[in-house]
């Protein structure tokens, strides 16, 4: 069992973490014609939505009920009700995702009260926009909390419990985690289509947030997952969830509709796939399709291409809990080694299963620190890994969220046989484009050494 | 007391905007009251931190829960040119059990005691935020034992997010300077020709393209702020004799109190645009000379104007055919609303439009004089109703900041980066010609013909006839690519595209085939002074 470490210091330096009502709205962003709130000052949604354009390079649609210092005082129920009303007139969303942040959350409001006063007084107004509230302050959590949370809201308040006989046969929920990219649920949703399944993933950020170029102007989310696909969650066979952070609201739907759940803390491997494929032929009862166990061998050989390029290299990874999970065994299952494991929160039970002898909860401070010194091969984190990089002198492959200084990033595969071979080809090329240098000093057998410590051989003490 | 504060920096002589108002209006204050749902910009933190951070040698640490700096720290283009700690990001990322706990002060204490053992930075400057000034934490406590204990400067910024906009902030960050930074420094090089540049950001570097003019009439920027500053050269800067206010609204209070307490005089000035830059060294010598430099400033001063003039018009000069009739929207406001209006007319090209949201009564007037009768002037628009303005084809190119971007490019109109996250230098001559370069380089890119080419499909995926692409034979098609008789692309932009670019100004283009067209701009444009730039 990996050892988790706490945070110690009062000064975070370089942080690693995004915040948590960004996570939430994040999942809203993929509800198609939704519209994410943030319940709070007029900076902390312009701090998430300038974090997302730069990610995504797209416009955000990300409203704020701007709270100035009377409302900070005397409560912010009627900024949130004129920001609803406001919003359903100017953009008539189908979906307003109403989510804390830690100004109003300090303050401490009954905001699930002062909403359901606003849905009555207001229902006229509001008819026909569906209004889901999730407490997200900053202080606590990151961006798999806020994505969790506002996934399980959803199921929360748009799914009804169905009568029996409502099952829609060969329709599947799938819950992906927020570190899928738009590819990885374009590839999903073909995977299950390969063996007849009808997939109905929410949240859905390929449609939504796929840089495609509509031929109007729409104020909110256009894509996504519908709300009215939302609603028949309750109806599915079975719940694929993505990531342990998924599995609140897939449990959540298992208590509320009595659907099975499967939840993957990964598909970033060959043999989680594997079981992935296994489980789509058993719910269809269809064989494997060729296309499918053809993009398998070309993994197989992929592995075999690879690995000599990742053995006994020493990585050093700082992501979110499911995020480090999936890229931490993707590594080692090639041969290399984590030398270093930085998350954003110690809740995760999947920390435990990381490959590494210690995961650290921290920041990018943190990060950099113990990777100097630790003769470190490749470093994966998100874009604001590049100062350290930078630093060390160590080459970065930008991973999760935000990814601000490279184009593309929600275009890259990670997950199923064709995302594992994509990664292996990946990192495979960070090593090949930095390859070790050999010298007539370096490789002269009667050197001074001192010992036999020179970074690359060295073996990490178990 | 922060509310004394506020009003008083409501109540700014010399901002150009409040001198227009009545007494009563300018008790009301300068923030517009923001619409719950309807509301874009940032806050007060926002600004101040804005305003703040590109000073490259403090460790600026942030009061507050994760989202506040998490969501924010390195996204900046100021250049330094030695210390890079300014970007390394620092706040006390607050934890629900130590707001709980009343933990704040403690944990900022300990956060000082971190920053100042480890980096030895020339000071910290401490952030408070919505959060922290809600729960009461007393930063200017916290800051005066910490600097007494670890014996460096630890300057409270005062600028909680909920106080007012990111304007707001910048101003909020200049009074910090004002009363715990300036001052406390005795620079032992004081000079007659010494001056501060206020509210320039070094975007880019591009102050790095004006300081070489200064430099070479023997005039020393004592302080850039914040662009490109040192801790201890905003300290001494109080001993500077001229202060350039290039930021006007965000710095404007801080030149008007360093004139009152340190008999600096100021005035307003901007590095876009040829006329604003000549102005800008012009006013500066004047003044200069007024404080005692030597009279001979002013001739010198003038001689390289003219060189440097003569030189940025002859590179300009090939721009003007291929600017023919081009039609530029400007979305940015304040001073660029006209600074650069008045540049890009200087070569020939149209304005279709300028937004003047934070413009003050005399940058509008400004554009009234620049273009006749026909100002074209805006307040902030709908992004709907920008998107519907482009779409429809009435502009070659938007220049604008990043938050509308994407209008642009959806609507598949080129599109350029002239605020603070652009990559490219724009100050100065030099940087009005790589301005137009630039510009020339996003209208005449292919890639715009290639785009707004229609799918040879309709909406149902049917093969449309009219596409040459669709209706070849597959043979004949590549036999046609071998050929090269391909029709060009041009043909396939979609007409109604064409139609809608060339109908609506089709009569009011700007005759540049006047030969004296560009020296009878100059002139017309001589003598406007300007301010602005970043958050402006």
């Known amino acids: ?462 | 007391m922060m509310k004394d504060k506020v009003q008083h920096l409501f109540n700014e002589p010399a901002c150009l905007k409040n001198q227009a108002k009545s007494e009563k209006e300018r008790r009301v204050g300068c923030s517009k009251p923001l619409t719950p749902g309807a509301a874009a910009g940032g806050c007060a933190f926002d600004g101040a931190k804005i305003a703040l951070q590109p000073v490259t040698d403090v460790a600026h640490l942030v009061h507050a829960p994760l989202a506040c700096e998490g969501n924010s720290w390195d996204n900046r283009g100021s250049a330094s040119s030695g210390p890079m700690l300014w970007r390394t990001s620092f706040t006390t990322d607050l934890a629900e059990i130590d707001i709980v706990m009343g933990q704040g002060e403690r944990k900022l204490y300990k956060a000082i005691r971190e920053i100042a053992t480890r980096y030895r930075p020339p000071a910290i400057f401490v952030y408070s935020t919505c959060v922290t000034a809600l729960i009461g934490d007393d930063i200017n406590a916290v800051c005066r034992h910490a600097a007494e204990k670890y014996g460096l400067p630890v300057i409270p910024i005062n600028a909680p997010g909920f106080v007012g906009s990111k304007n707001f902030g910048n101003k909020l960050a200049g009074e910090a300077l004002f009363e715990h930074v300036m001052g406390t420094v005795e620079p032992d090089d004081v000079g007659p020709t010494d001056i501060n540049v206020l509210g320039e950001f070094n975007l880019s570097g591009e102050f790095w393209t004006v300081k070489p003019l200064f430099e070479r009439l023997g005039i020393r920027i004592r302080a850039s702020i914040p662009g490109d500053a040192r801790y201890a050269d905003i300290a001494a800067a109080h001993t500077a004799r001229v202060n350039m206010v290039v930021c006007s609204t965000a710095l404007v209070t801080l030149a008007r109190k360093m004139q009152e307490r340190w008999g600096i005089p100021f005035f307003e000035g901007s590095f876009y645009g040829i006329s604003a830059t000549s102005d800008a060294l012009r006013n500066t010598a004047a003044l200069l000379v007024e404080q005692g430099a030597a009279p001979n400033l002013l001739d010198r001063a003038e001689a390289l104007i003219a060189e440097q003039e003569a030189r940025a018009f002859a590179r300009l000069a090939p721009y003007r055919a291929r600017f023919a009739g081009k039609r530029v929207l400007l979305n940015t406001g304040g001073v660029k609303s006209w600074s650069v209006v008045s540049a890009l007319m200087e070569i020939g090209m149209e304005i279709v439009g300028t937004s003047v949201k934070k413009s003050t009564p005399e940058d509008k007037e400004r554009i009234r004089t620049l273009m006749r009768d026909d100002p074209h002037m805006f307040e902030a628009m709908a992004p709907r109703d920008l998107y519907k303005l482009l779409a429809a084809g009435e502009a070659d190119i938007m220049l604008s900041g990043g938050r509308t971007q994407f209008i642009a490019l959806k609507a598949k109109v080129p599109w350029l980066d002239i605020n603070q996250e652009r990559h490219n230098a724009y100050a100065g001559y030099d940087g009005m010609v790589e301005l137009v370069r630039q510009i020339d380089l996003a209208i005449h890119n292919p890639v715009w013909e290639e785009v707004r080419t229609a799918a040879p499909w309709d909406d149902e995926g049917q093969l449309t006839a009219a596409h040459p692409a669709a209706s070849a034979p597959m043979a004949s098609l590549v036999e046609q690519v071998a050929g090269d008789d391909v029709p060009p692309r041009a043909k396939l932009v979609a007409p109604a595209f064409v139609a809608r670019h060339r109908k609506k100004f089709a009569d009011t283009r700007v005759d540049n085939t006047d030969p004296n067209f560009l020296a009878h701009h100059r002139k017309k444009f001589a003598g406007g002074a300007g301010d602005d730039i970043g958050e402006c």
């Open chain 1, 1 to 462: 069992m990996t050892k988790v470490t706490a945070i110690q210091k009062a000064a975070s330096i370089n942080p690693l973490k995004s915040s948590q009502p960004l996570g939430a709205a994040f999942a809203f962003l993929g509800v198609e014609g939704a519209m994410p709130l943030f319940h709070g000052g007029q900076g902390c949604t312009s701090f998430a939505l300038v974090l997302f354009v730069r990610h995504f390079k797209e416009t955000i649609p990300l409203q704020t009920t701007a709270l100035d210092e009377v409302a900070t005082i005397l409560g912010g129920a009627d900024h949130l009700e004129e920001a609803l009303l406001n919003l359903k007139a100017r953009a008539n969303p189908k979906l307003i995702g109403v989510c804390t942040t830690a100004l109003v959350e300090t303050r401490g409001e009954d905001f699930a009260g002062d909403l359901a006063l606003i849905k009555e007084r207001r229902a006229c107004e509001l008819a026909g926009t569906e209004i889901v509230l999730v407490q997200t302050p900053d202080f606590d959590g990151a961006i798999e909390e806020g994505w969790s949370k506002a996934v399980t809201a959803l199921i929360d308040n748009l799914v009804r419990p169905e009568a029996p006989g409502q099952v829609i046969p060969n329709q599947i929920n799938i819950l992906p985690g927020w570190h899928l990219t738009v590819a990885d649920l374009e590839l999903l949703r073909e995977t299950a289509e390969a063996f007849g399944l009808t997939p109905n993933i929410v949240p859905d950020i390929s449609g939504a947030l796929d840089g495609t170029v509509p031929d109007r102007w729409i104020p909110t989310t256009y894509g996504g997952a519908p709300v009215e696909s939302i609603r028949s969650l309750g109806r599915a066979t079975h719940t694929i969830a993505i990531g342990e952070h998924m599995r609140r609201p897939a449990q959540r739907l298992a208590e509320t509709s009595g659907i099975p759940f499967t939840l993957f803390e990964s598909l970033s491997s060959l043999a989680s796939v594997d079981i992935f494929v296994t489980l789509l032929a058993q719910l269809s009862g269809r064989a494997v399709p060729p296309k499918i166990r053809r993009r398998r061998r070309q993994l197989e050989d992929a592995l075999l291409d690879g690995h000599f390029f990742f053995s006994g290299k020493r990585i050093a990874i700082a992501a979110e809990p499911d995020h480090l999970y999936a890229l931490a065994t993707f590594v080692t299952g090639l041969g290399a080694e984590v030398a270093v494991a930085v998350t954003t929160t110690s809740n995760s039970p999947v920390l435990t299963k990381v490959p590494a002898q210690e995961v650290r909860v921290g920041d990018l401070g943190d990060f950099e620190d113990l990777v100097t010194g630790a003769a470190c091969d490749l470093l994966l984190t998100h874009s604001h890994g590049r100062q350290a990089a930078e630093r060390l002198d160590i080459p970065l492959m930008r991973v999760g969220f935000p990814i601000f200084d490279r184009l593309g990033s929600q275009h890259r595969r990670t997950i199923l046989y064709e995302g594992v071979r994509d990664l292996v080809f990946d990192v495979a090329n960070v090593f090949q484009a930095h390859p070790q240098v050999h010298t007539s000093e370096g490789l002269d057998s009667l050197r001074e050494r001192g010992d036999y410590h020179d970074g690359h051989t060295q073996i990490a003490h178990h």
